[in-house]
């Protein structure tokens, strides 16, 4: 067994401006990665800005980033950022802006390779020190070293086969209070995707089981928060937070499964959002496995059976259908990635991948 997650993980009420003399360690020149508005709405821009300026930190905000982050555009980044001379990197948001940091800083700190570096495996993973702010409830990306682009040519997404893990997390559940309805349920069902592929996963541990426990004691009370899609206080903030950060523990040490594995082409073609494509296909995924593992998850996430899951998932999100030209395009996607399937505990083929996508 392993456990190794090199990230300072700090989860309380003003975490950045509490530990601004931090980054002043890290770095003499900051990169600031986000998106266009949701870091300036919910304070969490201001936080950092004020952070870096109280530390004489020079800074450049980089706040392009798309949902479901490009290649392109951490390219571009990654110019900005070589042209300004930053050393460390900083990202705010969800798993966009968290992924593509983590991109941008391996491409910085190798500045003179080209796009292909990014999925070329065992070369040189060495990026600059990265720190992760986490705005919404799912990502994980914070306590992992997982970094997943959008490939336009493939028409998908794929995960870096670098591992580039922040040396510092700072989770403020203020920052939570203001996400819409969508994105809190979104993002949760995302965590709870993790916890569930985490659990159920040929690469499993005592270890990364650990964190899956805790992420679903943490997880289990927020049902009626995601029916609602509204929080009452920071302490729902804080739980629902922790469930995702604990997530993003458990696939730092076994990665995801076939829900996300199918989920990446219907968000590519669809538009589906991440958590919602996700969940789409994980009653599928729990009719596959072993009935005493089944029953375990459904009553460690609060859910009677299958049925009483595919209700809540309804009533947060839908269940869209999936047209069949659709449905052949991520089934053949997924059968041509041997490592997303070899994660499944049970035997993987074509039709199997059917009867989840189709459940």
Known sequence: MLLYIPTKVIEEPG?????KEDLSALGTK???VTGKHSARENGSLADVQEALESQHIPYVVFDKIEENPSIETVMEARDTAVAEQCDFYLGIGGGSPLDAVKAISLMAYHKGETAEYLYKANVDSTAYP??????????GSEANGYSILTIHEKRTKSSLPHKVFPKMALID????????????????????????????????TDYSRMFVEAGFKAWKPNRDILKSGKLESEEDAARMLRASTFGG?????????????????????????????????????????????RLHVLDAAGFLDLDDLQEFLRATCGLEEIPDALAEHIVLDLSQNPK????APFAVDPSVLYAIVNY
């Not at 559940?173 to 969508?182: F, G, H, Q, R, W």
């Open 30 to 32: 900051c990169m600031v």
């Open 249 to 293: 523990m458990a696939i730092a040490h076994t990665g995801t499964s076939l829900p996300h594995g199918l989920s990446y082409g219907l968000t590519y073609e669809s538009g589906t959002a991440h958590g919602k494509a996700c969940a789409r296909f994980l009653a599928g995924y729990l009719s596959q496995v072993a009935q005493k593992d």
């Open 15 to 19: 975490a950045v401006l509490n530990h």
């Open 130 to 139: 990265v720190v992760c702010i986490p705005t919404t409830c799912g990502t």
């Open 340 to 343: 997303k399937l070899s994660a």
């Open 173 to 204: 559940p203020k920052y939570l209070l203001s996400v819409p309805a969508s994105v809190l349920r979104n993002t949760a069902l995302d965590a709870l995707c993790h916890l569930v592929e985490s659990e159920l996963n040929t690469k499993a």
